[in-house]
């Protein structure tokens, strides 16, 4: 059974946790996280791009000049896509680049994530993560504390937390998210994790199902 160092909130070891083969020791999956991860993104998008066809282009309700015996070309009108201001052909419409992923591969993602961080050393456990009040400096403190200022951290909470919330929210490089918004993208975005033990077990609670 995987085990990892626990460490308070200056940085100092104060013991040792047992982790869940389920969720730490899983054989990596790129494959499936590459898929849960693409399909995140692409939801991301907003698929709003949208272009006039001719039918919708404003004018053309006439020919432009006869059919025979001008010497120029035959049109039926100036909203043909071959004009300048006419229609656009195979132009973009609002659509949706939305990608389904089943529960269970959205799971595997997050086990392999996690398993890899943890074979990295990636993963910083805390005994409790708490801050008497909402300020930047404390929680810029906070991070130096952990040797991980010039990283990108993914701080993981039980629960919100206003005050850590706030005081984490101008950190460059620093997010915050509970455990209920974890995805694939914003673990593999970012290279370092914490998490509270509080927030560890409920991980385990939800992936180890």
Known sequence: MPQITVKNMLGEETGELELSEKVFAEEINEPVVHQVVTAQLSSKRQGTASTKTRNEVRGGGRKPWRQKGTGRARHGSIRSPLWVG???????????????????????????????????????????LDF??????????????????????????????????????????????????????????????????????????????
């Open 86 to 128: 006419g229609g656009i052909t195979f132009g973009p419409k609002p659509r949706s680049f939305e990608k389904k992923v089943n529960k269970k591969k959205k799971n595997i993602a997050l086990c392999s994530i996690f398993s890899d961080k943890l074979n990295t050393d990636s993963i910083i456990v805390l005994d409790d």
């Open 132 to 209: 008497p009040e909402i300020k930047t400096k404390q929680a810029e403190e906070f991070i130096e504390n952990l040797g991980l200022s010039e990283n990108k951290v993914l701080i993981i909470l039980p629960e919100n937390n206003k005050n850590v919330f706030l005081s984490c929210r101008n950190l460059e490089g620093v997010r915050t998210m509970v455990v209920d918004a974890l995805n694939a993208y914003d673990l593999m975005d970012n290279e370092y994790i914490v998490i509270p033990e509080a927030a560890l077990r409920d991980v385990e609670e939800v992936l180890a199902e």
